[in-house]
């Protein structure tokens, strides 16, 4: 993952249970002082519940350290996820559009 000077970070690749806590740990450089974050997860090729839990994470690192995180290209499936496990009503974030 790499983020460019506006905050945008695409995620490519599927994100599963095999793959999340390797892209935890290579993001959290990513959260170092800066105002914004967003994830661009078009490119992203599956997903599982633990995808979602890693979105969660991700929010949870932004409030923690005063980064706004956004998510765009939210794959249908994972969007299914959010709303299945209420997350939309949770945070706004996670809503599908």
Not at 10 to 27: D, H, I, M, Q, Y
Request: with cysteine; charged share 25%; glycine share 8%.
């Amino acid at each position: 993952m790499d983020v460019d000077a506006d905050g945008r970070v695409r995620v490519t690749g599927p994100l599963t249970f095999a793959t999340v806590s390797a892209r935890l740990k290579e993001s959290l450089a990513l959260f170092r002082p800066r105002q914004r974050l967003c994830f661009d997860l078009s490119g992203v090729t599956a997903v599982d519940s633990s995808a979602l839990a890693l979105l969660v994470e991700w929010l949870r690192l932004g409030r923690e350290r005063g980064v706004q995180v956004e998510f765009t290209g939210l794959p249908a499936s994972l969007r299914s996820l959010a709303a299945v496990s209420e997350l939309g009503q949770i945070d706004p974030a996670l809503g599908t559009p």
